[in-house]
């Protein structure tokens, strides 16, 4: 079988720590990779993710990331007409320096392709608590959830798109990559005992967002009678508060009774318009970037990071979003629980994208070379996804990979029978097994 790329994912300091030219020395010799990409837009998140201390930088145990900065050089006309602008470093180490421009430079003299994300969130909390607290999701209730942007606000909107067409516009770069949360997902975790955690993750998405006034008026455009959708789903958010007795004891009935999730949407249509109305707010984000960024440049692969266990409880309808996306990179780090048994979720997860996505679509799988991942899960993930159908393999994350780990993708690609071929057809199925069999 031929898979076209193994992408490895960076982060600026790990430039700065490790030396880029040390860094693809290593990817390229134990795990084949032709691809990187920077984690350009960077959420607040202490790295490595997954365990105490790194494995192999040698100049920090750890590293404590700044909120939401970019790490590439912002274009200030590319902004011109956005009241948000991308906030770059302050780290003294960081600043000033075109920490993408470099990884671009590096990859392109090993002829590979390059990247860039944007991560989970795109304007720090900072900046939300304050002069940006307009942009955030609201609950219910009207509180904010920080950090977390309603694609329904215009000026969200007006920021993606600059986002994407700076860096479009001023990077040699063959795709972008987003992770961006959707929509809050209320309370996912079961609550209180229940027969079903389904069902309880459906009436805990009335605890999300948003219940903004861009939401309300998105939602008035559509027709949709948005004061009695919210009072009736304002009756099962009531209900997680026991001083709210009435609403509280119908709650709990509901989760101790044999209703399902279909029942629950069949007599409350309010509860499946609020889940339609924000899959049609990010499906239309993503229509509006995909639109922009293709018209400055046709070629650039615009690229989903698909990470949520559950999209439907976020606003994604994969179906709807993947029109509106070039490749879709599904997230699924299953090895690094440790768990055998996991492994099983990553092929159903696997079968899951790419039932949305349809069998054309370039789909990537990722596998997690980190702790408590094994050589054996490694190499069970990079089987499991050529047996759903990928196409590609990309790695998460470097940083926190010990070197057994990172051996493993280069030798369970070969016990495979996976040769990484950038000029290989789409699909490396049965194409690629009559262009064997033919040589
Ligand atoms: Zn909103």
Redesign the pocket.
């Known amino acids: 079988m031929f898979w076209r790329e193994v992408v490895a994912s960076l982060y600026a300091w790990d430039l700065l720590d490790e030396g880029v030219e040390h860094i693809l020395d290593v990817l390229e010799r134990d795990t084949r990779i032709n691809s990187t990409y920077l984690v350009a837009l960077m959420h607040d998140e202490k790295r490595p993710l997954t365990d105490f201390y790194y494995p192999h930088n040698p100049k920090r145990k750890v590293y404590w990331t700044e909120d939401s900065r970019a790490y590439w050089m912002p274009s200030p006309e590319a902004y011109a007409h956005s009241r948000i602008k991308p906030l770059t470093s302050d780290n003294p180490e960081l600043q000033g320096h075109d920490w993408l421009q470099e990884l671009i430079d590096a990859s392109r003299r090993r002829g590979m392709t390059v990247g860039a994300e944007l991560s989970h969130t795109w304007v720090d909390k900072a900046r939300t608590r304050g002069e940006l607290a307009d942009i955030v999701?609201?609950d219910i209730y009207g509180r904010p959830f920080e950090g977390q942007v309603?694609v329904?606000?215009p000026d969200v909107r007006v920021y993606g798109v600059a986002l994407y067409v700076d860096l479009a516009s001023h990077y040699d770069i063959d795709f972008v990559q987003t992770c961006l949360r959707g929509f809050h997902p209320g309370r996912g975790q079961p609550w209180a005992s229940s027969t079903s955690p389904e069902l309880q993750r459906l009436t805990g998405v009335t605890l999300g967002?948003?219940?903004?006034e861009?939401?309300r008026a998105a939602a008035e455009r559509q027709g949709v009678d948005w004061g009695a959708m919210v009072s009736r789903l304002r009756w099962i958010a009531d209900g997680y508060d026991r001083y709210n007795h009435r609403q509280a004891f119908e709650l709990n009935l509901l989760w101790q009774s044999s209703t399902t999730s279909t029942a629950l949407l069949a007599e409350m249509p309010e509860l499946y318009q609020f889940l339609s109305l924000r899959n049609r707010a990010i499906t239309s984000f993503f229509q509006e970037i995909y639109g922009a960024v293709h018209k400055i440049k046709p070629t650039i692969d615009v690229r989903l990071n698909h990470f949520a266990a559950y999209p439907e409880l976020m606003g994604i309808d994969l179906r709807a979003v993947g029109q509106f996306m070039d490749s879709v990179r599904s997230s699924d780090y299953a090895e690094q629980s440790g768990d055998p048994a996991r492994m099983e979720w990553k092929r159903a997860y696997l079968h899951s994208v790419r039932r949305a996505i349809g069998i054309d679509k370039y789909f990537l799988s990722a596998i997690s070379p980190r702790p408590k991942a094994t050589p054996e899960l490694v190499k069970r993930g990079i089987l499991i996804s050529a047996q759903c159908g990928a196409d590609a393999l990309t790695i998460g994350h470097y940083d926190g990979a010990w070197p057994d780990c990172l051996r493993a993708i280069g030798e369970g690609l070969d016990e495979a029978g996976i040769v990484i071929d950038r000029n290989a057809p789409v699909w490396g199925g049965r194409a690629a097994f009559e262009q064997v069999s033919r040589s």
């Open positions: 999701q609201r309603c329904n606000h967002g948003c219940f903004c861009h939401c």
